[in-house]
């Protein structure tokens, strides 16, 4: 599968292991074959109605199933899952929670044991998140214990900062929680029902637009470090840039959920849910952190 989201679209993300079903294993029949034309190549069977037979077995010589054979195949465990090996929407689920759960829980050790206002311990954990978060894009094979890391890391980081945020603006952490979930329900409901199609068009779109405001961020950065101010963060063109920023992560969410469905249909491999989750994971955070700025922005000196 090849995915428009950033975190799944490398080679090797979300693609069949050799033992699913014997995907892109057909040849080419000769030209003159008997089989040329077939679109199951040189597989005669390839049609074959006991192909799915979980035991593997066609019966000899095309004689029907005895009565044993038949009440064996009834009382065996149906091929869910666990047995398949595939990946399901329930994995993405709970493995999206656990990771979810580890942030959340990370954050609220920070937000205990820090004292306010200090961006030490923060800074330090926010920039080893970000360096795990590109190891764990950029690595071929799912590594769960580094993405379990990565969300203890953000989310002491994200509780750091919270806290920051609330001992000025009190009551801003739940107003950022219930912005983002606000987002991530609106966008689930929007794509299930159709409404958001991720056509090539609308990637393409909305990655120029994220590459744009990424390169803007980058600038507006480097300016400070000078003593320039942009007003980026303030004022109604802060209130602008958080509502772009907020709609970028809905927009990588919509990606999420493209690239999650996707992988389902095709049978991906059960441990790529975790990539699915991480992925997940990386769009809430965008969206919280966005979310915090712009309540700021909005609630001023109050």
Not at 7 to 24: C, D, K, L, N, P
Not at 43 to 54: M, S
Not at 118 to 135: D, E, Q, R, T, W
Not at 171 to 194: D, E, N, R, S, W
Request: net charge neutral; proline share 6%.
């Amino acid at each position: 599968m090849r995915s428009s989201n950033p975190v799944f679209s490398r080679e090797g993300s979300f693609t069949r292991e050799s033992g699913y079903a014997g995907f892109g294993t057909t040849q080419t029949p000769p030209a003159g074959s008997q089989y040329a034309g077939s679109p199951y190549g040189n597989n005669p069977y390839g049609n074959n109605p006991y192909a799915n037979n979980p035991y593997g077995q066609q019966p000899q010589g095309g004689a029907p199933l005895t009565d044993e054979q038949l009440a064996g195949m009834y009382n065996a465990p149906s091929a869910g899952p666990a047995a398949t090996g595939r990946m399901t929407l329930d994995d993405v689920v709970a493995r999206t929670a656990m990771t979810l759960l580890t942030l959340v829980a990370a954050g609220g050790l920070a937000w205990v044991a820090l004292p306010e206002r200090n961006f030490g311990l923060a800074g330090v954990a926010s920039l080893i998140a970000f360096v795990l978060g590109m190891v764990i894009s950029f690595k071929r094979s799912v590594s769960p214990p580094l993405i379990l890391l990565y969300a203890g890391l953000q989310g002491f980081a994200l509780g750091a900062i919270t806290k920051v945020f609330n001992s000025v603006w009190e009551g801003i952490a739940i107003q950022a929680v219930l912005g983002t979930a606000a987002v991530f329900a609106a966008m689930l409901i929007a794509y299930k029902t159709g409404r958001i199609r991720v056509t090539p068009r609308y990637t393409r779109i909305g990655i120029a637009i994220a590459m744009g405001f990424v390169l803007l961020m980058l600038i507006n950065l480097v300016a400070s470090l000078f003593g320039a101010d942009m007003g980026l963060r303030s004022g109604p063109l802060g209130i602008v840039v958080g509502l772009v920023g907020i709609g970028l992560g809905a927009f990588f969410l919509s990606l999420d959920f493209a690239a999650v469905e996707e992988a389902i249909a095709q049978g991906a491999p059960q441990k790529e849910s975790w990539r699915a989750a991480f992925g997940l994971t990386l769009s809430l955070v965008w969206i919280y952190i966005e979310m915090l700025r712009l309540i700021a922005i909005l609630r001023g000196d109050d």
